[in-house]
């Protein structure tokens, strides 16, 4: 089946190396929920994530006689994305200075004092996830997607988003304490 | 804290695992989408393509013409206007120096100077017994190795360089041509070089250079859009300019408004086919480049043709498309409590307009143009020209990439 798959693949970006657009509307619709997926991650708005893969794909199908044929294309798709992805994210900061939710309400106070610490980890959806990572600022959560989940380091994500090294590990900071307050949120909605 | 940190890597590490294997869904018509904006991306990625290819070609084009120009400049410089003509069997040539196109300096300082003839009385002292009993007036030839002691002797030199009309006179009578102490020249040596050279008169100079400087004119021009189903009226008015590269050729630059409706039909008849008509209605902006070369002048009048390109910047475009098509109507009527569905064929028309803004779009050499044209003097200033002309797309024009010819009849009074 993955043999089948993979020279389906082949042919597939054979096809789209010919510019043939019976070819490349394949590709697009094989791959573009996966490529929605990562750029959901980077993109808080729907619309915004689309955009991000169609840009994508538009250097997917311009760069496609590059991809060397042992080189996985799901691999080459994903960095495409997110390096699309952090394309825009530069350009959104370029436009307008980095809005830093400093001042975020305090999830103990907006539901209630008796906030119970969880005591394991229970398992989570993607949506959830999604909507979880949607809460922290799109510096916050570029940042911790681009360690916790692509495994750049912080002198990889300094280079790329234009900051320090010490500011990607307090943004690192920031997120992971905030993704554990939401999931302790979520803890004490859904346990309780 | 050690709990926190402990959740924190729970958390990052199952936030990682759960979204390994997140897919989301194929939305709906996001190909058609992705197909639209990629269309619309590589025709102007084409544009701009073409943009710079026309810019480097025109680059090109105007520094093989600008350095053609300095070339020829600089042959005229080195060659002086010399005037050979026989003097009588026995002194059977003479230089003369042509004093109206070069500068007194011009003449004394330039180091290819092969002939200088002088006349004056210093210089007739220079001269052997045998010139001054042959003729009037003496010739001192002199090779460019020479010069130094020309240019030693100014007062030797300033009555030929500031008596033009003394020189004209050389020409007329007969005289003996003599050579400086050291340079002499056989006669033969003349009598060859007379062989090889064209008689360069005034009218041979007129030919070779413009007729004028830079011509302005204004035009008007009306005309037919011709696409293959179908034609419509547009109609054209503006300001020209003529460069002439020469007496028969010249460069035709300008600009021109253009109101033009382009209009494109289904050629489908049947009713129950699907058919679309596209109206366009344009203004633009033509700047064309063209080469006009005149071919034949005639007290009358003159003939000339012209052939180039035409780049274009749309002000206004607006589209208008009618699709017809034969729909299954739906019909529900009760007889009784019993309903009953009926199903009709109905001819739906459905018309769609679409706008585009002023510089939406930039047709870099859309077009090439080819004209054929009458000139006629109507006053000592005043030229009226006629031109029918033809601009054939060299591809697709304005936002929705219309092919269309374009012909008609231009009206141009130049000055």
Redesign the interface.
């Known amino acids: 089946m993955a043999n089948t798959d993979f020279d389906d693949i082949e042919v597939i970006i054979q096809g789209c190396i010919r510019k043939s ?1 019976k070819h490349q ?1 394949l590709l ?2 094989k791959y ?3 490529a ?2 990562i750029a ?2 980077y993109n808080s708005q729907r619309n915004d994530a ?1 955009e991000t ?2 840009d994508s ?2 250097k997917v ?1 311009s760069e496609i006689e590059r991809l060397d044929t042992k080189q996985s294309f799901k691999g080459w798709l994903r960095k495409i994305v997110i390096n699309t992805s952090i394309d825009k994210f530069r350009k959104k900061t370029r436009e307008m200075p980095l809005i830093e939710r400093e001042a975020l309400p305090d999830i103990h106070e907006s539901h209630g004092a008796n906030i119970e ?2 005591e ?2 229970s ?4 949506q959830e ?1 999604i909507e979880m ?1 949607n809460e922290l600022p799109e510096v916050q959560k570029t940042v911790f997607c681009l360690y ?2 692509e495994g750049y380091c912080h002198e990889e994500i300094a280079g790329q988003l234009n900051m320090s090294m010490s500011t990607s590990r307090v943004y690192l900071t920031r997120a ?2 905030r ?2 307050e939401l ?1 302790q949120v979520y803890y004490n909605t859904n346990h309780k | 804290m050690d ?2 940190n402990e ?2 890597k ?3 590490e ?3 695992d ?2 390994a294997g ?6 709906a018509g ?2 058609e ?3 639209r ?2 269309k619309y ?1 590589l025709n102007k990625e084409e544009n701009r393509r073409r943009r710079v290819v026309f810019m480097r070609y025109a680059a090109g084009l105007a520094a093989c013409l600008l350095l053609g120009i300095i070339v020829l400049n600089m042959y005229r410089k080195d060659q002086p206007d010399v005037k050979v003509q026989p003097a009588g069997a026995g002194s059977p040539l003479i230089g003369v120096i042509d004093n109206s196109s070069k500068t007194d300096t011009d003449q004394i300082h330039t180091p290819k100077k092969s002939i200088i003839i002088a006349q004056n009385s210093a210089k007739k002292k220079a001269v052997k017994p045998e010139a001054q009993q042959t003729g009037k007036q003496q010739t001192i030839i002199q090779q460019p190795s020479i010069k130094q002691s020309v240019t030693q002797q100014p007062v030797t030199q300033q009555p030929v360089t500031q008596q033009p009309v003394a020189q004209q006179s050389v020409t007329q009578q007969p005289v003996t041509q003599q050579s400086a102490p050291g340079t002499t020249q056989p006669t033969d040596t003349w009598q060859a070089i007379a062989a090889n050279t064209p008689a360069n008169t005034p009218a041979d100079n007129a030919d070779n250079k413009p007729a004028k400087k830079v011509r302005f004119g204004v035009n008007v021009a009306q005309g037919i859009n011709s696409t293959t189903t179908s034609t419509a009226y547009n109609y054209s008015g503006g300001v020209n300019i003529d460069i002439p590269l020469s007496k028969n050729l010249a460069l035709s630059t300008g600009m021109q408004i253009e109101n033009q409706t382009v209009v494109s039909k289904s050629t489908v008849s049947n009713t129950a086919i699907p058919s679309d008509n596209k109206r366009a209605s344009l203004i633009n902006l033509d700047f064309p480049l063209n080469i006009k070369w005149k071919f034949l002048s005639r007290r009358s009048g003159s003939y000339y043709i012209a052939g180039g390109i035409s780049s274009l910047a749309y002000l206004s475009e607006k589209y208008t498309t009618t699709s017809r098509k034969q729909e299954l109507r739906e019909v529900l009527s009760f007889m009784g409590n019993e309903p009953t569905r009926t199903y009709k064929l109905e001819n739906v028309e459905t018309t769609t307009t679409n706008t585009a803004g002023a510089s939406n779009q930039f047709d870099i050499a859309g077009r090439l143009n080819i004209s054929i044209g009458f000139e006629k003097q109507i006053s000592p200033t005043l030229y009226l020209h006629i031109e029918p002309f033809m601009k054939i797309p060299v591809s697709g024009l304005a936002t929705e990439n219309l092919i269309f010819t374009t012909s008609g009849i231009t009206f141009k009074i130049s000055f």
């Open positions: 657009i509307e697009y619709k573009f929920g996966y929605l997926s959901m991650l689309i893969v169609d794909f538009l199908f610490q969880p394991i980890i398992r989570l959806t993607a996830i990572l916790e989940i992971k304490k993704l554990r999931y | 709990k926190d959740i924190g729970e958390l990052s199952l936030i990682k759960t979204l997140y897919e989301e869904e194929y939305v996001a190909w989408n992705f197909a904006k990629q991306i």
